[in-house]
């Protein structure tokens, strides 16, 4: 599986450290909600109907086992003990306290995960076919081009502040399992005559 | 929410829960819709409303919602606001834990 | 994404998403857009991003899975109906002989769709590193799938599954719904979804039509912004708030795969109350249309079209006698 490399992981903190002190000068009255709100945005802490929610960010579906109890020792510690999976590959956290959520996107940094990008109009996270590298009918594993957008896409200073939000799909296979036609962009790898070893092409 | 002739009551979101708070007559905001001030005239409802807001602080989003007389307090008139009033329907969470309802 | 960050509209929040920016202006205007920028920027294609992709690739290398002796398989799909109707229902074939690909469904009836308590998910972190090389999917679909299953360690999975409440054998069927949030937490949400997907599980269990109706893409939204996916639901359902009341409108034949479609509006929506026995009269008019048990309910929406659904639908007679 892919790991982060250091400049993922000194980004990551660097957000959290970021995200840590905007929640402090909000908690003391320094910021107003007007000023504060698109800063949440940015880290997918949204205001739900009855507490904040925090969605964090599953690239392409793909979670490790240590990633996975991380998950689950966040939905002990700090919300009622459950997270809801969500239909773009995501979790929530439907009960999280502000005052909490900077200590969650530093135990979610630990695994090299976050919630960067999970709102606002920007490009939100990379959906792939849930059975990528493993279905029968693949013509190549999509994920390393989902991994590659996600790196050109995270915080890419022209698109994040697109008109609305974005969302790109990618299937490997023929069998579409990823909903591809029903996403801003949708690719599909195919087999291309010429590629070296008979790869897929997009 | 709606701006029709009903009766109103200040809501919003406290900052560091997220939960629903309503503002009672004295002042200060409380968790149960019952306890709310239930506001009949318009103009005190939108001074009311000036006045949480300008408040900043402890509150987000401040709105007056659409409520009626009931026998126990103030009582939700649209779905949304009842929602918001009781907590989620598939768990009991939220208020729903407080209240050992 | 440049053309369209310079020519989405940012005037009307329901007129910015990239679907409208190219249904109002043509698809070859947009294209030319495209073209445009690509001339422009071409220069600064230094290949750079093929050696990037070379190495994410190396890591993505896949685990090794070796062969392995299928013997207690055959033996727990002979011996145990439980099994079988897991094996059949929720594992799909993988590209390596002797592995399988397991959904396991975050659908167990009147369940929540997609939540996971986090006891469940330290199983399931214990399970994938004792049967999936490590590894950890979500669908779209709100399951979590363990791709890489040895076929000989199968039955052991799915005894450890079934004792945490994960085994449900439902993946693809009715109760395999996918659901938004809805009006039970969104900010955003016109009405309420989960109850309606908690309900339309438990409802089609007790009538003894799961197996029977068989596969059938069932996806509820509670507003427009359409997090459920409805419109590419066999069936859609989409919360809306009709005067201060919920109303759930049905669109039939939307389809998420690679034939994709959109689903058609049927006529005016049902009240909460009224959802479950709509969407039951749609199923037992497939029962009696479809010309067999293989005809799936998107087949025969196809082969018919909407009109005998709305009949059964919105007939009067027919919704007294249910």
Not at chain 1, 66 to 79: C, G, H, K, S, V
Not at chain 3, 236 to 263: C, K
Not at chain 3, 288 to 305: D, M, S
Request: net charge neutral.
């Amino acid at each position: 599986m892919y790991d982060y490399t250091d400049f993922d992981e000194a980004f990551v903190r660097g957000r959290v450290a970021q995200f840590r002190a905007q929640v402090a000068r909000r908690l003391d009255g320094s910021l107003s909600e007007d000023e504060f709100r698109p800063f949440r945005l940015m880290n997918g802490v949204y205001l739900q109907l009855h507490a904040y929610m925090l969605r964090v960010a599953i690239p392409y579906g793909t979670l490790s086992a240590r990633q996975m109890r991380a998950l689950a020792d966040i939905a002990d510690r700090w919300d009622k003990g459950y997270g809801h999976f969500t239909t773009r590959q995501n979790i929530q956290f439907n009960w999280p306290k502000l005052g909490d959520i900077p200590d969650i996107l530093g135990a979610l940094a630990d695994v090299g995960m976050h919630a960067i990008q999970t709102s606002g109009n920007t490009i939100r996270n990379v959906t792939a076919d849930h059975f990528a590298a493993a279905a029968a009918d693949e013509i190549e594993d999509p994920r390393p081009v989902a991994e590659l957008i996600r790196q050109w896409s995270t915080d890419h200073p022209e698109f994040q502040f697109l008109p609305r939000k974005f969302k790109i799909a990618i299937t490997g296979s023929p069998n579409d399992r990823a909903v591809t036609r029903a996403h801003d962009i949708g690719l599909r790898m195919v087999r291309a005559k010429g590629l070296p070893g008979d790869r897929g092409g997009l | 929410m709606s701006r029709g002739s009903a009766a109103k009551v200040v809501t919003g979101n406290d900052l560091r829960q997220g939960d629903v708070v309503y503002l009672a007559a004295n002042g200060a905001w409380v968790r149960a819709l019952q306890e709310a001030e239930l506001i009949e005239d318009v103009a005190i409802a939108d001074l009311r409303l000036l006045e949480a807001m300008a408040q900043g602080g402890d509150v987000v989003g401040v709105y007056l919602a659409d409520a009626r007389r009931g026998p126990n307090g103030p009582e939700p008139v649209h779905f949304r606001e009842a929602f918001r009033a009781r907590g989620p329907s598939n768990y009991r969470h939220g208020k729903q834990e407080a209240a050992h309802v | 994404m440049a053309a369209y960050n310079l020519a989405g509209r940012r005037d009307n929040k329901y007129k910015a998403r990239l679907k409208i920016t190219v249904f109002e202006g043509g698809l070859e205007a947009f294209r030319d857009a495209v073209e445009a920028e690509f001339a422009r920027t071409r220069a600064a294609f230094s290949g750079v991003d093929q050696a990037l992709l070379a190495e994410i690739e190396a890591a993505f290398a896949p685990p090794a899975l070796p062969l392995r002796d299928a013997g207690a398989y055959h033996a727990a799909w002979a011996a145990d109906a439980d099994f079988r109707a897991f094996a059949t229902q929720n594992v799909v074939a993988h590209k390596v002989p002797g592995y399988g690909i397991v959904t396991v469904s975050l659908k167990a009836h009147g369940a929540t769709p997609g939540d996971a308590t986090a006891a469940q998910m330290r199983k399931l972190a214990d399970l994938a590193d004792a049967y999936s090389a490590g590894e950890l999917r979500i669908s779209h679909e709100q399951n979590v799938i363990l791709p890489h299953v040895a076929l000989a360690d199968l039955p052991a999975l799915h005894r450890a599954l079934a004792a945490a409440g994960l085994g449900t054998a439902n993946a693809g069927l009715i109760s395999d719904i996918i659901a938004c949030p809805g009006m039970d937490y969104c900010a955003l949400a016109t009405a309420r979804s989960i109850p309606v997907a908690q309900e339309l599980a438990t409802h089609f269990k007790a009538l003894g039509l799961e197996q029977e109706i068989g596969q059938i893409k069932i996806k509820i939204s509670g507003c427009i912004n359409a997090c459920g996916h409805h419109h590419v639901g066999h069936i859609g359902i989409l919360g809306l708030d009709r005067a201060g009341v919920e109303n759930y409108q049905i669109t039939l034949g939307g389809d998420a795969t690679e034939r994709a479609a959109i689903g058609e509006k049927t006529g005016p929506g049902f009240a909460y109350d009224e959802i479950v026995p709509a969407i039951e009269r749609i199923l037992r008019a497939y029962l009696a249309l479809r010309q067999a048990p293989e005809e799936t309910f998107i087949e025969t929406f196809r082969r018919l079209g909407a009109a005998p659904f709305k009949a059964a639908l919105y007939d009067e007679g027919a919704r007294d006698a249910a």
